[in-house]
């Protein structure tokens, strides 16, 4: 019994699996108040050809679905059956042809009304649109052009649900949207936007609840706690955290509760906490330990977290509580393992380690390093959030060093380099 290749190819085309084949046709099925019996087992009968010649209403679903008739699928009627369908058909068309010409649009032939189906291919190219906006976050930062990119994608995927081929396929659309709103926030952000990131991760996180996304949802909590962080609502950064900490990815997947615990550490640092910032750090990275060397398939944007970032991460702790000389070492350690193409994470490293210097009393040292991070992102404008950072280490280093020369050159070169965003 030799396979049904025209119906391969056809399902190929469109990027169905046979899934999803099923949930197709069923749908549209359900829609004309018939019963979808369809199944996975159903599907690969006919791509098999042990099944030849489906049933009448499964016959017009697919048809609807690749736009073309059943033959042309590869169906052979059985041969007792195949002069009464030619015969019964070409009335039908000679009416629908004539009716048609005469203006009446509803009795043209289902095939030539058919909308294009959303499949899995589309699904994936959209996705590999993500993947270049992230590139684009890791090398210039957040910026308003980064920002509409996203949008825009986010616009165009929405503007597709409706030809979805199947329920899941459309979930999926509501995913990939609420990721591109989500890069748009984070975009909003790292550029110090904060009105504009409030709304955009309101929309993404009505978007993620539409796709029932685990990860998606993971990530707008993620962000409204970094938010929360930047309006200074430690309390509400602590909520959004422990939102993010109840998402099933975390349970599932210990590189996301890795990044939820150290998101926590900063929290519990902002709230004067620090035997748990330090239990959320040790929590953080005992779950790290655990992601790495598995085999998640996990989305790109998470693809900046490690033990380079997690290191980072303690630095800020460590400066925040008190400890410079561990905040210090902490900062060489992540500049030893933060990957040379996330220069925006390594300037916000160097600036940490800067300031860890600075506060054991090495002004020199401290504008020394400070100073490396203008090379890191040469002729571009400084995110809003390494700013927000660098206007920190200039207050501490003139209450430090009020009116000394080192202080007074540093603070000439910052102004420079501001004046240039």
């Given at each position: ?16 699996t ?21 199944s ?9 050809g ?6 009448a ?16 699928l ?58 270049d906006?992230?590139?684009?976050d ?28 199947t ?13 591109y ?10 550029a ?51 939102a ?6 975390t349970?599932?997947d ?11 550490a ?14 959320a ?23 900046f ?38 220069r925006?994470?390594?300037a ?7 300031l ?14 400070a ?19 660098l ?6 280093l ?13 603070s ?10």
């Amino acid at each position: 019994m030799t396979g049904n290749v025209s119906l391969s190819h056809a399902v190929n085309e469109t990027g169905f699996t046979q899934a999803e084949l099923a949930d197709a046709v069923n749908t549209y099925l359900w829609n004309r108040g018939h019963e979808g019996t369809v199944s996975d087992r159903t599907v690969r009968n006919w791509l098999t050809g042990r099944t030849r010649w489906p049933h009448a209403r499964q016959r017009e679903a697919l048809t609807a679905l690749f736009g073309r008739s059943a033959g042309e699928l590869g169906f052979v009627a059985p041969a007792c059956r195949q002069s009464d369908t030619n015969e019964g058909e070409q009335p039908v068309r000679r009416r629908d042809f004539v009716t048609a010409a005469a203006g009446t649009a509803a009795a043209a032939p289902l095939i030539t009304a058919r909308p294009s189906m959303v499949g899995s291919s589309d699904v994936i190219r959209l996705r590999e649109g993500l993947s270049d906006l992230v590139q684009l976050d890791q090398s210039q930062g957040g910026h308003g052009e980064l920002e509409q990119l996203a949008l825009s994608g986010a616009k165009r995927t929405l503007e597709l649900r409706d030809q979805a081929a199947t329920q899941r396929i459309r979930r999926r659309l509501f995913a990939i949207a609420a990721d591109y709103t989500g890069i748009a926030a984070w975009s909003a952000l790292d550029a110090h936007r904060l009105d504009h990131t409030q709304t955009h991760l309101a929309r993404a996180l009505h978007l993620a609840g539409m796709a029932r996304d685990p990860v998606a949802l993971f990530q707008v909590w993620n962000m409204y706690a970094m938010l929360c962080r930047q309006r200074h609502d430690f309390h509400q950064a602590a909520d959004s955290t422990d939102a993010a900490l109840a998402t099933t990815i975390t349970r599932r997947d210990p590189m996301f509760a890795s990044l939820a615990h150290a998101r926590a550490a900063i929290n519990h640092t902002h709230l004067r906490d620090r035997p748990a910032a330090l239990r959320a750090l040790g929590r953080a990275e005992d779950a790290l330990g655990r992601a790495e060397g598995s085999n998640f398939a996990r989305p790109n944007w998470i693809a900046f977290y490690g033990p380079g970032e997690l290191s980072a991460i303690t630095a800020v702790v460590m400066n925040a509580t008190g400890d410079p000389d561990q905040a210090e070492a902490a900062s060489h350690q992540a500049l030893s393992r933060i990957p040379d193409a996330l220069r925006r994470n390594r300037a916000m490293a160097t600036t940490q380690l800067a300031l860890a210097q600075l506060r054991q009393g090495d002004i020199g040292q401290a504008c020394a390093t400070a100073d490396t991070v203008f090379g890191l992102l040469p002729d571009q404008a400084l995110p809003g959030r390494l700013r927000s950072r660098l206007d920190h280490f200039q207050r501490a280093l003139t209450t430090s060093a009020p009116g000394s020369k080192t202080s007074r050159q540093w603070s000439d070169r910052y102004r420079l380099e501001r004046s240039r965003t």
